[in-house]
T-cell receptor, first 112, second 110 residues
């Protein structure tokens, strides 16, 4: 089954404790991206990757890092999480820009 | 960059009536306009999309119309059913990045 898998689904952490949210897709898609969803703000892109070893900033990249060492994986790293990063995070993949994006199930992150 | 505005933010309709959600975009270079449906606790899923060389597209009870001159596109849902209750996102983009609207909560009242 074609899918995008995120882990964990739920995470509560403390300010400053580094964390990684994993994302994996099994569709051999070149393009992957991370979004955060906040009430009243919709989906905002954090980072995206057009291919292996190619990443770029989205609209709200501050406080986040990503890496794309393999085509299928695109982890989101929060080196020093802060409470304003409490949000619902989605990973998405697509064959190329301008085509259907497939979203993961989401990761609800709470930073206290 | 692209800026997408979505209206209204909340829409309540009686079951069986039609629902219309409108979006406007700013970048005339955008050529891909998808609509996503997000059910509670799930990620957004594509329900219909349209490209700039087409003015209208239908898929059963769902249709999307595009007015490139006015830079707006709309989602039309006919004969609404309770399972249509969800958050709907429009987006615009293409070769550049995809920008999403803020979302619209649709509530179908039985």
């Amino acid at each position: 089954e074609a899918q995008v898998t995120q882990n964990p689904r739920y995470l509560i952490t403390v300010t400053g404790k580094k964390l990684t949210v994993t994302c994996s897709q099994n569709m051999n898609h070149e393009y992957m991206s991370w979004y955060r969803q906040d009430p009243g703000l919709g989906l905002r892109q954090i980072y995206y990757s057009m291919n292996v070893e190619v990443t770029d900033k989205g609209d709200v990249p501050e406080g986040y890092k990503v890496s794309r060492k393999e085509k299928r994986n695109f982890p989101l790293i929060l080196e020093s999480p802060s409470p304003n990063q409490t949000s619902l995070y989605f990973c998405a993949s697509t064959v190329k820009q301008g085509t259907e994006a497939f979203f993961g199930q989401g990761t609800r992150l709470t930073v206290v | 960059g692209e800026n997408v505005e979505q209206h209204p933010s909340t829409l309540s309709v009686q079951e069986g009536d039609s629902a219309v959600i409108k979006c406007t975009y700013s970048d005339s270079a955008s050529n891909y306009f998808p609509w996503y449906k997000q059910e509670l606790g799930k990620g957004p899923q594509l329900i219909i999309d349209i490209r700039s060389n087409v003015g209208e597209k239908k898929d059963q009870r769902i249709a999307v119309t595009l007015n490139k001159t006015a830079k707006h596109f709309s989602l039309h849902i006919t004969e609404t059913q309770p399972e249509d209750s969800a958050v709907y996102f429009c987006a615009a983009g293409g070769n550049n990045r995809l920008a999403f609207g803020k979302g619209n909560q649709v509530v179908v009242i039985p």
